[in-house]
């Protein structure tokens, strides 16, 4: 498992950064990654620097990525019997999605948008959520649209979808006691949405003083060096969490602990380092740009009450002790 790995020839497999693999069933999977000329293609990686993403050619691709950083195209999958699945709001602001439908729409595909803490946010004056064919909120109570405990919502505008979710959430039931489907118990509690009705009436307030915030944080830190979380102009960023990147994170991070200012890590171990998916084989250095940002990310305090002269305590402080 290299940082650059080819393969060719049949049944090929091409493990690690900038992955690629060709010929019949092609199985490329790093940062990057491309499997292509063949049937039963399948790409695995992230384009986690806004510039790569997995893609797919052949009858049978499969493309599966995410959009951690700037403006990317997401998964790419071409060729007859293709699935393209792209996440794109771990920056709280929503993937390249135009691209993304295009592919999808040219083959029947259907698209799942992730917008779980992309509440308000917008990509090219359409809202986050509402790009592809459903859209999954996350009501989790730290949410920029939170509850009082766990609760979620599917958006779509396919009746057909729209009827299937419902189905699931409650039993499979079509009608009280009559089970069409192997579902579960997902029904929100009813003070969930009441709490969420309340709170929806100032969530645009909230999310413009969110992204003043940010912006005091980008003009305090700008000359720093460190890579900001600065979204294209397609995009308008609702800042869930401002999260730099700084290469002496954990140095930092102790430094503001140390004078009472708290901070938080999303996240500190990248998927493929989980012991849970540890059978899969993978290990340091296998994902780097995933890697990379489980090392560097630092989440600064963000959050609507916050005041300016806060956040300049922040900056100040960090400045103060060097970097």
Known sequence: MSSSANAGAARTVALG???????????????GSQATTGTQAIAIGSAADGTRAPVATGQGAIAVGSSNG???NGARASGANSVAIGSGDATHVGAE??????????RGI???????????????????????????FSFYPSKNLGACGE??????????????????????????????????????DGIQGAVLDVKLQHLDRWTEQRRSHARRYDRNLADLGWQLPVPSRDQRHVYHLYAPLFANRDDIQARLHADGIATGIHYPKPVHLQFAFADLGYGAGDFPVAERFSRETLSLPMFPELTDSQIECVCDNIRAKGT
């Open 97 to 106: 999605m135009d691209p993304i439908m295009s592919i999808a729409e040219a």
């Open 17 to 31: 950064s900038n992955s690629t693999s060709g010929s019949v069933e092609a199985i490329s999977i790093g940062y």
């Open 110 to 136: 259907t698209v799942i948008e992730d917008a779980a803490q992309a509440h308000g946010a917008v990509y090219r004056g359409r809202r986050v959520g509402s790009l592809g064919h459903i859209g999954c």
């Open 151 to 188: 609760g979620g919502a599917i958006v779509t505008d396919d009746r057909t979808i729209a009827e299937a979710i419902r189905r699931l959430r409650d039993w499979g039931q079509d009608g009280k006691y009559n089970h069409v489907l192997k579902g579960y118990n997902y029904r929100m």
């Open 70 to 72: 700037a403006a990317v």
